[in-house]
């Protein structure tokens, strides 16, 4: 497969590309080209500017008169679906302790981890030719051609399973008015141990009407067949997604980060990177819970009811026994959350002042820390 730069796609062109690169967008050079389906390889590991730039792409590109597939992997990373809530799909607290960034997709469907070892396809088309099953075979076919006996099946709910039982790959899609992305995961060497660890969430009792997702036991293509590496798929994928629509697309490297090129993707990664997007565009929802609390041989229930909307705490009631900490203590920690963001960093700052008042007594002190830690543990 013959892999080029943004340079050789305007090839009718007698300027040279500095040039045309200095007055011409992404959309201008696509419009400039041959083929009428092209295919893209981002050059970035980044989850956020990968996600933009398939943003870019079906808000700047006519995909009346294009079918545009793009390959991307990213660094470690977790992505919730549009309509999902993190605290109910991932372990925020390891997230954060292994520097794993957390990321939401404009698109439906469920909770994905992203490494170097997973392959992401998106497939563009105008709404009309919107087509998953068609995608998915591009897929399943290119996988086949690699290794003719590989039993890998496409289902009803467009996932790829692996000899009937192993879940290789799943879809979300975004269709706009006249425009639409469809995009699924390829497990090729992922690291599962860690995919395990991060979407195991740790938030209990929470009610709510979010998107939920679906586990399902998984396998890396590389078990299967040591042959089987991202690289070798990439090429594979594209060239069968040539050969199943009839274009004649080499791959075309692409940086999402090249603002001349891209106007405007910046501002795109940035909005996908605020805490607004990404936990304040969480369905509303309840926390309702009990856990345990102990202090040398004390120990007590405590009740948590939280209720959250965009992401705000607007209502909060820690029931904690008056025998194990006096109640106005619990229920100035209450008041201090009520109108905090759902997040352990504003949390720790408003509990700390909380704890500023309780420490001149040693014993609620420690009781006060150990109570802000284990709210805290579970945002």
């Known amino acids: 497969?013959?892999?080029?730069?943004?340079?050789?796609?305007?090839?009718?062109?007698?300027?040279?590309?500095?040039?045309?690169?200095?007055?011409?967008?992404?959309?201008?050079?696509?419009?400039?080209?041959?083929?009428?389906?092209?295919?893209?390889?981002s050059m970035s590991t980044d989850v956020f500017e990968n996600l933009a730039l398939e943003d870019w792409?079906?808000?700047?590109?006519?995909l009346q008169t294009r079918s545009i597939l793009f390959l991307w992997r990213n660094a470690p990373a977790v992505v919730i679906g549009r309509h999902q809530n993190p605290w109910q799909e991932c372990n925020l607290q390891a997230m954060r302790q292994k520097g794993i960034p957390l990321a939401r997709r404009r698109s439906g469907g469920g909770t994905v981890f992203h490494d170097l070892g997973n392959v992401n396809l998106t497939f563009f088309s105008s709404k009309k030719k919107y087509d998953r099953h068609r995608n998915?075979?591009?897929?399943?076919?290119?996988?086949?051609?690699?290794?003719?006996?590989?039993?890998?099946?496409?289902?009803?709910?467009?996932?790829?399973?692996?000899?009937?039982?192993?879940?290789?790959?799943?879809?979300?899609?975004?269709?706009?008015?006249?425009?639409?992305?469809?995009?699924?995961?390829?497990?090729?060497?992922?690291?599962?141990?860690?995919?395990?660890?991060?979407?195991?969430?740790?938030?209990?009792?929470?009610?709510?009407?979010?998107?939920?997702?679906?586990?399902?036991?998984?396998?890396?293509?590389?078990?299967?067949?040591?042959?089987?590496?991202a690289d070798t798929i990439m090429e594979a994928i594209a060239s069968q997604y040539n050969t199943e629509f009839g274009f004649s697309s080499p791959i075309t490297n692409v940086d999402p980060s090249d603002e001349l090129l891209l106007p405007g993707i910046q501002k795109m990664a940035h909005e996908l990177l605020a805490?607004?997007?990404?936990?304040?565009?969480?369905?509303?929802?309840?926390?309702?819970?009990?856990?345990?609390?102990?202090?040398?041989?004390?120990?007590?229930?405590?009740?948590l009811n939280m209720d959250i909307k965009k992401g705000i705490i607007e209502y909060c009631h820690i029931d904690v026994p008056s025998d194990w900490l006096p109640m106005e203590l619990s229920q100035e920690f209450s008041s201090h959350l009520i109108g905090g963001k759902c997040c352990p960093y504003e949390m720790s700052?408003?509990?700390?002042?909380?704890?500023?008042?309780?420490?001149?007594?040693?014993?609620?002190?420690?009781?006060?820390?150990?109570?802000?830690?284990?709210?805290?543990?579970?945002?």
């Open 136 to 229: 998915l075979q591009v897929v399943t076919s290119a996988l086949k051609g690699l290794r003719p006996d590989l039993d890998v099946r496409a289902t009803e709910r467009f996932d790829i399973l692996l000899n009937g039982h192993h879940k290789i790959s799943g879809t979300a899609a975004k269709l706009g008015r006249t425009a639409a992305y469809h995009h699924c995961t390829l497990l090729c060497s992922t690291d599962r141990v860690l995919l395990s660890a991060v979407l195991k969430p740790t938030c209990q009792g929470i009610h709510s009407n979010a998107t939920q997702s679906v586990p399902s036991p998984v396998k890396n293509l590389l078990d299967e067949d040591p042959t089987l590496d």
């Open 57 to 62: 792409i079906h808000d700047h590109v006519d």
């Open 1 to 41: 497969m013959i892999v080029k730069t943004l340079s050789n796609l305007h090839t009718q062109s007698q300027s040279c590309f500095r040039c045309l690169r200095a007055k011409s967008t992404l959309s201008a050079v696509i419009d400039e080209t041959v083929n009428s389906g092209l295919i893209l390889k």
């Open 349 to 379: 700052v408003l509990a700390a002042e909380l704890l500023r008042t309780a420490s001149r007594n040693k014993e609620l002190g420690r009781k006060m820390y150990n109570l802000c830690k284990k709210v805290i543990f579970m945002m």
């Open 275 to 303: 805490w607004e997007w990404i936990f304040g565009k969480t369905p509303n929802f309840r926390i309702c819970t009990t856990f345990e609390m102990k202090d040398g041989t004390s120990i007590c229930n405590v009740t």
